[in-house]
């Protein structure tokens, strides 16, 4: 049984920072991808960030430059590094751990960020 436990999530002011963790019980295997999804109200589930096997690292447009996902795998922890956070970054952001074959997604409960002035 996996789990994801996220942290981190909150109220920040525009321009302000937060750094979301991800725990991930047993372990982290390294042939699983790790993600950040996000969605706001009334929009669809949308892939944030993802670290792939050799920290291969992808990002929304929308985030990069300003977003950074990391992983600790002796910690068993994936890290996104959030700044100058807009109110277009308020949403619930979801740890997500993937495989592609044979196919396997892991959730996390979410964690709330909120962006506002």
């Known amino acids: 049984q996996v789990e994801l436990v996220e942290s981190g999530g909150g109220w920040v002011q525009p321009g302000g920072s937060l750094r979301l963790s991800c725990a991930v019980f047993?372990?982290?295997?390294?042939?699983?991808?790790m993600r950040w999804y996000r969605q706001a109200p009334g929009k669809e589930r949308e892939l944030v960030a993802g670290?792939?096997?050799?920290?291969?690292?992808t990002y929304l447009d929308a985030v990069r430059g300003r977003f950074t996902i990391s992983r600790d795998i002796p910690k068993n922890k994936v890290y996104l590094q959030m700044n100058s956070l807009t109110p277009g970054d308020t949403a619930v952001y979801y740890c997500?751990?993937?495989?592609?074959?044979?196919?396997?997604?892991?959730w996390g409960q979410g964690t709330q960020v909120t962006v506002s002035s």
């Open positions: 997500n751990r993937h495989r592609e074959s044979p196919p396997a997604d892991d």
């Open positions: 047993p372990y982290i295997f390294n042939n699983y991808d």
């Open positions: 670290i792939a096997t050799g920290d291969i690292t």
